[in-house]
Every structure is written in structure tokens, then in C-alpha cells.
């Protein structure tokens, strides 16, 4: 498995790049070390939280339906 390199944009347009107040929030709690994350390979359907949750849990009962 390769891991995922993060290019972030070089430029910050405020125009282009609107900053949201949840995401700064989610920033600052975010930590810079993001070498140890996987990628998931999951239906592109617009749930993808929904589907990540279900693959990394490893349960066939669960169904990405009773997490929404």
C-alpha cells in the first residue's frame, strides 16, 4: 500500500478558498502528523463517511444505513 503524500495549494485566494468556522475548529484540532492514515476505497455515492465508519469497523451487521 502507498501512502499518501499531501500537497497543500502554494496560493490562498480568500475569494476562492472561503475558510468555514467548523473547519477552522476541526483544523486546530487536527494533528500535522497524517502519515500514519489509509486511504479507504469505498462507493462514491456522496456517503463516504457513512461507508468509511462500516469498512473500518469490520462488521457485516452493521449496515452504513443505521449509522445515518
Same mark, same amino acid.
Given at each position: 500500500?502507498?501512502?499518501?503524500?499531501?500537497?497543500?495549494?502554494?496560493?490562498? !485566494?480568500?475569494?476562492?478558498?472561503?475558510?468555514?468556522?467548523? %473547519?477552522?475548529?476541526? *483544523? =486546530?484540532?487536527?494533528?500535522? !502528523?497524517?502519515?500514519?492514515?489509509?486511504? %479507504? !476505497?469505498?462507493?462514491? !455515492?456522496?456517503?463516504?463517511?457513512?461507508?468509511?465508519? &462500516? *469498512?473500518?469497523?469490520?462488521?457485516? &451487521? &452493521?449496515?452504513?444505513? =443505521? *449509522?445515518?
Amino acid at each position: 500500500m502507498v501512502s499518501y503524500e499531501f500537497r497543500p495549494n502554494q496560493v490562498f !485566494d480568500p475569494k476562492k478558498h472561503i475558510l468555514g468556522v467548523i %473547519a477552522m475548529q476541526y *483544523l =486546530e484540532q487536527a494533528t500535522g !502528523d497524517v502519515h500514519h492514515l489509509v486511504p %479507504a !476505497d469505498v462507493i462514491a !455515492d456522496g456517503n463516504y463517511l457513512y461507508h468509511s465508519i &462500516v *469498512l473500518l469497523m469490520n462488521n457485516p &451487521v &452493521v449496515t452504513w444505513g =443505521e *449509522l445515518r
